[in-house]
């Protein structure tokens, strides 16, 4: 068990360009969890998956991010046309998908929009 | 809708003092609830959580948390303060439905020696 990964650890871009991101979950976990933290704050949902179904998304997920799951492994957070409020860490979570359970948080990936 | 209040954003103790951090929950429903805590540039780590089943819950690190409904709680202690307890800890309840996790703003923890 590695844990939950995600690539790059820290990405800066100028505004207006696009950016991906990756997570890696740990393997079997059936839920996948995004969410994004700013400066002085706690984490906030964006979305998840349950397998490969994307089930839900925060009224924060703008129409400019977009997230997959493809076969219900590792997914992608695409953020299009970046602005400088989109900078903050973006947190990956997966859980095994049974009931009420742990957690597991990658070490995240910093965005800076310059 | 549920959510937590976490009350100090900054708490500093000294090596060997009582750690209270303080987290207040509203939920329509009876909550699950969750300690975590993060180090510098570091995802979180859960310390320990509330499912429904004892009141007092056990964590790592020596970390504990009691639920009490009557008061709508989840405070976090521990008796005596390690220097390497100096993080950021987050309480959060999660949503029944999809277990998604709402968090409270965070509590700074320094430890002084």
């Known amino acids: 068990d590695t844990g939950v990964s995600q690539d790059p650890r820290h990405k800066i871009t100028k505004r207006g360009q696009n950016v991906t991101f990756r997570c890696d979950p740990i393997s079997e976990h059936n839920r996948l969890y995004w969410y994004r933290q700013t400066l002085g704050q706690g984490p906030e949902f964006l979305t998840y998956f349950q397998n490969e179904a994307q089930l839900e998304k925060s009224r924060l997920l703008s129409d400019r991010f977009s997230a997959e799951r493809p076969k219900g492994s590792f997914s992608t957070l695409e953020i299009q046309r970046t602005e400088q409020g989109d900078s903050a860490m973006y947190l990956c979570a997966s859980s095994p998908g049974q009931g009420v359970e742990t957690q597991y948080f990658g070490p995240g990936t910093r965005l800076l929009v310059l | 809708a549920q959510s937590v209040t976490q009350l100090g954003s900054h708490v500093s103790v000294s090596e060997g003092a009582l750690v209270l951090l303080r987290c207040n929950y509203s939920s329509s429903v009876p909550p699950y609830l969750f300690w975590y805590v993060q180090y510098p540039n570091q995802g979180l780590q859960l310390l320990l959580k509330?499912?429904?089943?004892?009141?007092l819950v056990k964590g790592i690190n020596g970390f504990e948390a009691e639920f009490k409904k009557s008061e709508t709680s989840f405070h976090l202690t521990k008796p005596s303060a390690h220097m390497s307890d100096a993080a950021e800890y987050f309480c959060?309840?999660?949503?029944?439905?999809?277990?998604?996790?709402?968090f409270g703003t965070g509590t700074r923890l320094q430890v002084f020696p």
């Open positions: 509330y499912t429904s089943a004892a009141t």
């Open positions: 959060a309840v999660s949503d029944r439905n999809t277990d998604k996790l709402i």
